[in-house]
């Protein structure tokens, strides 16, 4: 058996029949991925991400809810919700949010932070933190 990979070197993609396949992690991942998957129709993510500034942008995953689980660190997710904004604060290691289908969010960190997504990725949308509610 081939050693261990490690999920900030190397993501997970997940098919609709959930078979999973790696891709590592390079300068042209993001450029790869697409090239490869195209849309990402019907695949999610797995990946983990190390931040140690708030996210600058909201996301939104129309396709599915998407499953953040911290690593380590310190961070609040913040979910745009039609009853307004939802915080939740992740500070112990496998504290983990569920984010909606359609909901903006983004992340507060409050320390250097290790959180692991489940994502997908299908028209995924981004928008800088300044603006209007989603409605």
């Known amino acids: 058996m081939s050693d261990p990979a490690n ?31 195209g849309d990402f129709a019907g695949r999610s993510l797995v990946a ?3 931040f140690d500034a708030d996210w600058p942008t909201w996301e939104v995953h129309p396709r599915g809810d998407e499953v953040v689980c911290l690593m380590s660190g310190d961070a ?3 979910l745009d919700t039609p009853d307004g904004e939802e915080r939740m604060r992740l500070n112990e290691p496998g504290a983990f949010v569920v ?4 909901t903006w969010h983004t992340a507060k960190v409050h320390a250097p932070t290790t959180m692991l997504f ?3 990725g299908q028209d995924t949308e981004n928008r800088e933190t300044p603006g209007s509610r989603s409605g």
């Open 7 to 37: 999920l900030l070197r190397t993501f997970v993609i997940v098919d609709d029949r959930q078979r999973a396949e790696t891709m590592d992690v390079t300068d042209t991942f993001w450029s790869d991925l697409d090239n490869k998957y």
């Open 48 to 50: 983990c991400f190390s």
């Open 76 to 78: 609040t997710m913040i």
């Open 99 to 102: 984010v909606p289908k359609n």
């Open 118 to 120: 489940v994502t997908p």
